[in-house]
């Protein structure tokens, strides 16, 4: 890309806005290699949100509801244009964890809709939440799914969209996974109980005996883990009636060592299916992602037996869909595999996470999906 291309984004609604920050860290990082011309449309929110991490949460502490009634935009959507030759084409980053949803209003308003919970395929049937379980789709959703682009979840960094503390979070990540790696598995997830109230409830109710909750299915797996693998192997819950599981939480300020001295970051897809920041957090770690059956993409392929291991149906299945012998068998592969083929991943995953998931690959690639053919 060469100048003049001009990256405009329309202001972002407060309570989300460092759920963009991977986004905009990358235009930034575009901006200073010369390849665009960036601007951020800034509201009263914006200087408190920037100031500190911990600046903006005091605020809203202090005066409730204030902050959100002076912004703009719309939930974890951001919209915004990418100009050049005096050709303009408006596009939407979804950031929202509902696979099957879209602001079907924007959706139709707006030239492209980047969504980061992108559905593998548009089934007619709906998003597959288990294998007899489908969440219909808006029905433009399928008329307009041409607008229809998969993105990524890139996790917050300093939390105040400053360029410069980006990057040396990014760095630290980065770091972290060049130390020591002494775990071949880590499972850490936030509890083992099954909900049914909110909009996980939804889900529930509505497809009854169809389903049976990811937290059930987690709660087995640290149980099982703990008593198979020993040594090299760290699976804790953090809320649980169950001693055999429960685990203590990890600071954010020590949780990316964590991930970065595990070879392997499993992952039970929960909340509607949604893919969370596990994925980027090992990517970032040079760590894989052993995985239940996915539903969703990123724009770019994952490099399945590198990046990702399937382990076949979890989340949403029902118990007796579930292959718990194919699970414990992929484990034990991973959990004894030889070093030199560790390393190997490794070096793959770091060569993957610069050529598509580093913030600045990630914006390039949304730009270039808007430019005029």
């Not at 307009?144 to 360029?163: C, D, E, F, K, V």
Request: charged share 25%; proline share 7%; hydrophobic share 40%.
């Amino acid at each position: 890309m060469s100048r003049p291309i001009r990256v405009t984004l329309d202001p972002i609604h407060f309570p989300y806005m460092d759920y963009f920050e991977w986004f905009i860290f990358g235009l930034q990082w575009l901006h200073d290699a010369g390849e665009i011309e960036f601007t951020l449309r800034t509201t009263t929110t914006t200087p408190p949100f920037r100031l500190h991490a911990k600046a903006a949460p005091a605020v809203r502490r202090v005066f409730p509801g204030l902050m959100d009634a002076l912004s703009r935009g719309s939930g974890a959507i951001l919209t915004g244009q990418v100009e050049v030759a005096g050709k303009k084409q408006r596009f939407v980053l979804d950031l929202a964890d509902s696979p099957y949803l879209f602001q079907v209003d924007l959706l139709l308003e707006n030239d492209l809709y980047f969504k980061a919970q992108c559905p593998t395929t548009f089934d007619a049937r709906g998003f597959p939440i288990a294998v007899d379980a489908f969440v219909p789709y808006h029905p433009d959703v399928l008329s307009y799914q041409h607008r229809i682009r998969p993105a990524m979840l890139g996790r917050p960094l300093s939390r105040t969209l400053n360029q410069r503390q980006n990057n040396r979070i990014l760095e630290s990540w980065r770091q972290a996974g060049r130390g020591v790696k002494d775990l071949a598995l880590f499972a850490y997830f936030g509890t083992d109980t099954g909900l049914n109230h909110g909009p996980e409830g939804v889900v529930m109710q509505r497809f009854g005996d169809k389903v049976s909750h990811p937290n059930l299915k987690r709660g087995l797996l640290v149980e099982g883990m703990r008593a198979r693998y020993p040594r090299q192997a760290d699976a804790r819950i953090l809320t649980t009636e169950h001693a055999a599981r429960r685990g203590v939480k990890i600071s954010d300020a020590r949780y990316p060592q964590a991930v970065g001295r595990t070879w392997h970051n499993i992952n039970i897809s929960g909340f509607r299916r949604s893919l969370p920041f596990r994925f980027i957090d090992s990517f970032l770690t040079g760590a894989s992602v052993p995985a239940d059956a996915l539903a969703l993409r990123w724009y770019e392929p994952f490099e399945m037996g590198t990046e990702v291991t399937d382990l076949g149906p979890l989340g949403y299945e029902r118990e007796d869909a579930v292959d718990w012998p194919h699970v414990w068998q992929t484990l034990d592969r991973l959990h004894d595999e030889p070093l030199a083929v560790r390393q190997e991943r490794q070096a793959r995953i770091n060569e993957r996470f610069e050529r598509f998931w580093h913030p600045r690959s990630f914006a390039r690639y949304l730009v270039t999906a808007c430019l005029p053919e």
